[in-house]
């Protein structure tokens, strides 16, 4: 996978041994960098270019874009469909398609009954999984704090959806060293891609390969620096 842009001449490139960091001081670059990743997403074109075997993908397919952190909400619109999605598949397989057509109808059926003791003339649609799953209220479980709510995130949206580089925008400002160190071992052990997106230069840590753009624009290449 990689990254590159005509905002700077560095092509960002991720592995499954680090993870990468991309820090832009200057304020407008920071702005324009969020405006044309959410355009992207939307379909529209811009002045990054992912890649991957160096062939360009769209953004909306590839890149999954992590903004809000308090509170992180883990039942996204896109991980609730897939979850609908992954458990409407077992339900329709070969082994469950009876039992799920008997238990749609029969609650159907009970609904319809308990409708002919009002006053009044009333109909019931068809049933669907999705529409059960639905009223029952199928969510993901949260876990206990940020770190394991964002490994959550990232292995559902790999397992249901598909490999994606994650972008977190300003995480840092939300999560102390040694939480980063926790989540960033748990992620790049499960081979997750990972790109921070931050305003402001932080520690740099063991596994962090980054790229600085300063408030005068001007570009610094790779820092390893370990601490």
């Keep these: 996978m990689k990254l590159a842009s005509t905002f700077f001449k560095t092509v960002l490139t991720f592995n499954e041994n680090t993870f990468t960091s991309l820090i832009i001081e200057h304020q407008g670059l920071f702005r324009k960098t969020l405006e044309d990743f959410i355009a992207q997403l939307n379909g529209d074109t811009g002045e990054y270019i992912f890649s991957i075997n160096d062939t360009p993908k769209p953004f909306r397919n590839h890149i999954e874009l992590l903004q809000q952190w308090v509170p992180f ?11 609908f999605k992954a458990v409407e598949k077992i ?18 059926s009970k609904i319809q009954t308990w409708a002919l003791e009002l006053p009044h003339e009333t109909e019931v ?3 669907s999984v999705p529409s059960l799953l639905k009223a029952v209220g199928l969510t993901f479980t949260n ?17 249901l959806i598909g490999e994606k580089l994650f972008v977190f925008v300003n995480l840092r400002s939300y999560l102390n060293d040694s939480e980063l160190d926790l989540l ?44």
């Design 73 to 83: 909400e883990l039942n996204s619109k896109t991980l609730q469909s897939a979850l």
């Design 91 to 108: 339900a329709l397989s070969r082994e469950n398609f009876t039992a799920t057509h008997h238990l749609l109808e029969s609650i159907r």
């Design 125 to 127: 649609n068809e049933l």
């Design 143 to 159: 876990r206990a704090n940020l770190v394991e709510q964002i490994i959550a995130y990232c292995c559902l949206v790999r397992d």
């Design 184 to 227: 960033m071992t748990d992620l790049l052990s499960k081979k997750i891609n990972i790109l921070l997106l931050e305003s402001t230069e932080r520690s740099c840590r063991p596994t962090e390969k980054r790229l600085i753009i300063d408030t005068d624009l001007c570009e610094f290449g790779w820092k390893h620096d370990i601490i």
